[in-house]
């Protein structure tokens, strides 16, 4: 089974969100369907049903690696580079 070697790197504790909502979606008046935080800087982004996929573009912009759940009651993560739940 594989697993995330970047978890241990993850500062805690975890950023605080930089946004309630994903900005680059509000800049062009969009909505997200759900929302994910980068666990390296803070930034909220959309998930990949969102058309505009920002929590993904965010990670390929930056090289942050793993990212959780935004969405109330959820708790999973994704390492973007490992492409495995954390």
């Not at 995330?4 to 605080?16: F, G, I, V, Y």
């Not at 390929?60 to 492409?83: A, Q």
């Amino acid at each position: 089974m594989k697993q995330c070697t970047h978890a241990d790197a993850l500062p805690l504790p975890e950023p605080a969100p930089l946004s309630e909502t994903c900005p680059e979606c509000q800049a062009v008046g969009a909505h997200p369907i759900q929302l994910r935080i980068c666990l390296v800087c803070g930034h909220v982004g959309c998930c990949d049903s969102s058309p505009g996929r920002h929590a993904t573009e965010h990670h390929k912009e930056s090289g942050h690696p793993i990212m959780r759940t935004f969405e109330p009651g959820e708790n999973w993560r994704w390492c973007f580079v490992d492409h495995v739940l954390v």
